[in-house]
């Protein structure tokens, strides 16, 4: 084990030796929770998008001891998600835990304002809610949606044994929002398709459940990533910007959350020992932002 495995909460013995596949593996807060389910003793298929990111993460866990390979997958892609499992059936084994973590947001689905106002409609400059393009918004929903069924559709596949029941710990984990208990301003396409995710948990849950694979979600709050940093911290004063000094005052832990406070309830949801009983559930992780009336 890596000498990084101290710094977990706990180490769920039941993940030893099994298959994880975190896509969107490449990101900031997808590597960290790949890490630890690498320290937690599973075997990683790291994808992403981007074939260097989706390698240089499977490599920073293979310097850390762990057995991992990072390969190039659209998860918009039915057939490269399959070429994708098959060569991690081949390499690594059968997927026993699936970490759904692509996702994201795009400019085209989001409104210049937090609301609409008399005189906005003369002002050109403005991307009020009439000129939100449909295939921006069709781009997120997608991503976040689709990308989270059509994975679960190749890898589920894979925890199922010839007799069609699945493999003991067989597990779902997706990545819903905040934004999906309390859509947030200006972005109404990633609300809508984060609230179409945890939807699709409860859903996948109990069309599961009689074959033994759990599927849960988290929910993060704010936390800083490559895609929002510059929507959250001012580029030159290095300070948060007027929309991010208002979600860390709306948030009553008062800051952003860290990487690695997701790790603790990713690896209870991931573990049958842990959660054997918990299915469906979406679990906030965001300082109480959902909780806060803002009184």
């Known amino acids: 084990m890596s000498a990084l495995t101290a710094a977990l909460p706990f180490q769920p013995a039941d993940l030893v030796d099994k298959v994880a596949v975190v896509t969107g593996g490449g990101g900031v807060l997808c590597a960290e929770l790949a890490a630890a ?12 998008l981007n074939a260097q990111a ?47 973590g692509a ?5 085209q689905g989001t409104t210049s304002k937090e609301w609409l106002e008399a005189g ?21 929903f997608n991503l976040n949606y689709l990308g989270t069924l059509l994975p679960t559709q190749v890898f589920s596949r894979q925890m199922l044994t010839a007799e069609g029941v699945a493999r003991p710990g067989s597990s779902i ?30 859903w996948l849950a109990v ?17 800083l990533t490559a895609q929002n940093h ?14 991010a000094q208002k979600i860390i005052e709306h948030t009553p832990m008062g800051r952003f959350g860290e990487a690695h406070e997701l790790i603790g309830t990713t690896l209870w949801l991931a ?3 842990a959660s054997g009983f918990v299915n469906g559930v979406v679990v906030p992780i965001d300082g109480g932002f959902a909780a806060y009336s803002g009184v």
């Open 173 to 202: 984990l997706n990545i819903s929002s905040m934004n999906a208990f309390c859509p947030l301003t200006k972005i109404p396409a990633y609300s809508g398709a984060k609230a179409a995710v945890s939807n699709l948990t409860q």
């Open 120 to 140: 906005d409609l003369a002002d050109s400059s403005l991307t009020t809610f009439f000129d939100l393009d449909p295939k921006g918004i069709e781009f997120v």
């Open 54 to 100: 989706a390698e240089q993460a499977a490599a920073r866990l293979r310097t850390q001891g762990a057995r991992a390979i990072g390969l190039a997958a659209d998860v918009l892609n039915r057939e490269s998600l399959e070429m994708a499992a098959q060569q991690i059936q081949l390499e690594l084994g059968p997927c026993s835990l699936l970490l759904n």
């Open 271 to 273: 573990s049958a020992a």
């Open 230 to 243: 510059r929507l959250l911290i001012d580029s030159e004063s290095g300070q948060p910007t007027a929309r």
């Open 37 to 48: 389910l690498a320290q937690c003793g599973m075997k990683l298929a790291v994808l992403d």
């Open 103 to 107: 996702g994201g947001n795009h400019p």
């Open 207 to 223: 069309h599961f459940c009689k074959v033994g694979i759990r599927v849960n979600a988290i929910a993060p709050g704010f936390f």
